[in-house]
């Protein structure tokens, strides 16, 4: 099993920038993709970025050159650097970690983003 705790959300204006943290703990595996999603009020969970163990990224059209993904590896971290916040990013951005044995979640962490 892997745990996930995200951290970071809150309120911001229009043009601000926040950081999330999701910290993953248990049997995690070497290899994985660690990513970001979110889903605003009534609408699907949608990507907003991944990275690879190997350091490979993947960007959402609407978030790239906004969005800043990264991982620490050795403490079994993502991030994700938001910056030119737009009110349409306003969603629970959850974590996810996929390995070999399973695909988990983060509980989520609210982003608002004030016009």
């Known amino acids: 099993q892997v745990q996930l705790v995200e951290s970071g959300g809150g309120l911001v204006q229009a043009g601000g920038s926040l950081r999330l943290s999701c910290a993953a703990s248990g049997s995690i595996f070497s290899i994985n993709v660690m990513g970001w999603y979110r889903q605003a009020p009534g609408k699907q969970r949608d990507l907003v970025a991944t990275?690879?163990?190997?350091?490979?990224?993947n960007y959402a059209g609407s978030v790239k050159g906004r969005f800043t993904i990264s991982r620490d590896n050795a403490k079994n971290a993502v991030y994700l650097q938001m910056t030119s916040l737009e009110p349409e990013d306003t969603a629970v951005y959850y974590c996810?970690?996929?390995?070999?044995?399973?695909?988990?979640w983060g509980q989520g962490t609210q982003v608002t983003v004030s016009s």
């Open positions: 996810r970690h996929i390995q070999r044995t399973g695909d988990y």
């Open positions: 990275i690879t163990s190997g350091g490979s990224t």
